[in-house]
């Protein structure tokens, strides 16, 4: 699969000879140590890179019109911290930073004998990792861990009724276990070196969750989504309605709403951050800078995810791989078995065939934990575990597209054949290895929301 990058028309190409050597050199270098093939073309500003493993160690930047392409080599990632949650902040602050952060275990149940914590004073960093006596990443079974002592929670949300309902969900000791697991690193630096901010984190996480449990969005199959004409106009925000008001009743009212699983997601994330800071925090300040936020572009559906998140798709641009998410952000190279509740993940369809089906291109999915992922639709007693999520991706291309109606298309598949699927699509699989989640609002710096960026 090649990867290209193309120097933006705004710039003369002629004039730009030694960005150009600077990039091609900088691939050049790392084709040399790899299994990478280089070919570029200076007349039309073009380089071409194929690679075995996509995508890993890369970086684009667009810096003064131009693509600049960077790999990440593993001397780089040697130097830095791995695994957990890694704070970067000031020396002085290290000691009354770590004591909050300990209490703040200490109140979800997580004591000093399930953690190690780190302090490395050259480089500024307090970490926290989990004591996995197995020394692996998953996420998936840590309900199943009896030395963990855990179990769900209890959490009212409003209702379409007078009365609030409850909702059995996902623990908030459960979501920081998951943060601390090897696997991957949630870090916090600047403003975000406090407490708070990690309490925000994993309140966002839960309350996404929460939101996610017993939907029953109807599905489009094909067809044209359906919205609450009342709030919405085929998916566009009427004049004079409050963005939070209008995501708001799609949970309350899902049955006026049918919606495929992108939309749902994106409504899901949205509601669970909204919903976070103007109900449980009562930070009215912070949800209207969010709601504010994603209206700067008028459609506050689009490009809350950063577009490298669609780097497979084949209309993607390099330009709209470059931009920012305006709610969320992109963490790359996760551990296939590592999920943190309220993460959205997803699960791509490889089948080039049914791909071209609309609404089975992929899966989009949120994770929430007890080893489950979200079901929009109810097709599946309202969650499916990782392997029949991996199950459900992969039937598409037998034509199996309701396990009743298709049951005779299903290709049963063997133990290691399931665990095959959740590799990343260059090496057979079908789960890609990025996860996306909010920003910690109020703390960390935002990127400018890019105005004229829609996924393709």
């Given at each position: 699969m090649f990867l290209g990058i193309k120097i933006?028309?705004?710039?003369?190409?002629s004039d730009e000879p030694n960005t150009v050597h600077v990039v091609t050199q900088r691939v050049q270098d790392h084709a040399e140590n790899s299994t990478c093939d280089l070919s570029y073309s200076v007349a039309h500003g073009e380089i071409k890179m194929s690679c075995k493993q996509l995508w890993r160690g890369l970086s684009l930047a667009?810096?003064?019109?131009?693509?600049?392409m960077a790999f990440h080599g593993a001397s780089d990632a040697a130097s830095e911290p791995q695994g957990g949650l890694v704070f970067n902040c000031p020396a002085d602050n290290s000691p009354t930073l770590a004591d909050a952060l300990k209490s703040y275990f200490q109140s979800l149940g997580v004591g000093e004998d399930i953690y190690s914590q780190t302090v490395d004073e050259g480089n500024g960093t307090l970490q926290f990792t989990l004591r996995d006596r197995s020394g692996g990443t998953d996420t998936l079974s840590l309900i199943h861990r009896l030395d963990y002592d855990l179990k769900e929670a209890l959490i009212e949300l409003p209702s379409s009724e007078k009365m609030p309902r409850t909702v059995v969900t996902v623990s908030q000791k459960e979501i920081l276990l998951a943060l601390l697991q090897h696997g991957r690193t949630t870090r916090f630096n600047g403003k975000s070196c406090n407490a708070q901010a990690l309490k925000d984190v994993i309140g966002?996480?839960?309350n996404t969750v929460a939101w996610s449990e017993s939907l029953k969005f109807m599905w489009p199959n094909g067809d044209y989504a359906r919205w609450n004409s009342q709030y919405w106009h085929h998916g566009n925000l009427k004049t004079h309605v409050s963005l939070h008001v209008a995501?708001?009743?799609v949970f309350m009212?899902?049955?006026k709403y049918s919606i495929g699983c992108y939309t749902a997601t994106k409504l899901v994330i949205i509601q669970g951050v909204l919903d976070y800071y103007r109900r449980i925090k009562h930070d009215v300040v912070t949800a209207q800078a969010i709601e504010a936020r994603l209206m700067q572009d008028g459609e506050p559906l689009?490009?809350?995810?950063?577009g490298a998140a669609w780097y497979f798709e084949q209309s993607a641009s390099l330009e709209g791989q470059a931009s920012a998410g305006k709610l969320v952000f992109l963490e790359q190279d996760v551990a296939a078995d590592n999920f943190v509740p309220g993460d959205w993940t997803?699960?791509?369809n490889t089948d080039p065939v049914t791909y071209q089906k609309t609404g089975y291109e992929g899966s989009n999915a949120i994770y929430l934990g007890r080893g489950k992922f979200d079901d929009y639709y109810n097709d599946n007693n309202h969650s499916y575990t990782y392997q029949e999520k991996l199950l459900e991706v992969y039937q598409w291309r037998h034509n199996v597209f309701s396990k009743e109606r298709d049951v005779a298309n299903i290709h049963p598949l063997t133990a290691a054949e399931i665990?095959?699927?959740g590799q990343t699509p260059e090496n057979g699989g079908l789960q890609l290895n990025l996860r996306m989640t909010p920003y910690a609002f109020g703390f960390a710096e935002l990127p400018p929301v890019q105005m004229s960026l829609t996924r393709p």
């Open positions: 933006h028309p705004s710039q003369p190409q667009f810096v003064q019109g131009i693509f600049v966002v996480r839960q995501v708001s009743d009212h899902p049955q689009l490009n809350i995810e950063p997803y699960f791509l665990r095959a699927l």
